[in-house]
Nanobody, 116 residues
Framework: QVQLVESVGGFVQAGGSLRLSCAASGSILSILAMGWYRQAPGKQRELVAIVTKGGSTAYSDSVKGRFTLSRENARNTVFLQMNSLNPEDTAVYYC??????????WGQGTQVTFSS
């Protein structure tokens, strides 16, 4: 069994920053890639950022230059540093792990919203 433990999101101000983390645990044989997706109300789930085991990264155009994805492979952990946040970043963020045999695993989702 594989489980993904996501950090708590939070409420941020415009232009603020937030760091998310995701740690995978359990019977993981081999991780092909690990990263984050997000889903805003009324919208489809979209890729935010992902990194492969080989170190290749990909970002959504909407977050390039603002978000940075890093990894600690030995601990099966990724970090998403989010800077210059704006209202369009409000969403539920889901950690994702792509495992070589069993396919995709998903975190429960963590909310990132603007304070009001």
């Amino acid at each position: 069994q594989v489980q993904l433990v996501e950090s708590v999101g939070g409420f941020v101000q415009a232009g603020g920053s937030l760091r998310l983390s995701c740690a995978a645990s359990g019977s993981i044989l081999s991780i092909l890639a690990m990263g984050w997706y997000r889903q805003a109300p009324g919208k489809q789930r979209e890729l935010v950022a992902i990194v492969t085991k080989g170190g290749s990264t990909a970002y959504s155009d909407s977050v390039k230059g603002r978000f940075t994805l890093s990894r600690e492979n030995a601990r099966n952990t990724v970090f998403l540093q989010m800077n210059s946040l704006n209202p369009e970043d409000t969403a539920v963020y889901y950690c994702n792990v792509k495992e070589v045999v069993r396919g995709d695993y998903w975190g429960q989702g963590t909310q990132v919203t603007f304070s009001s």
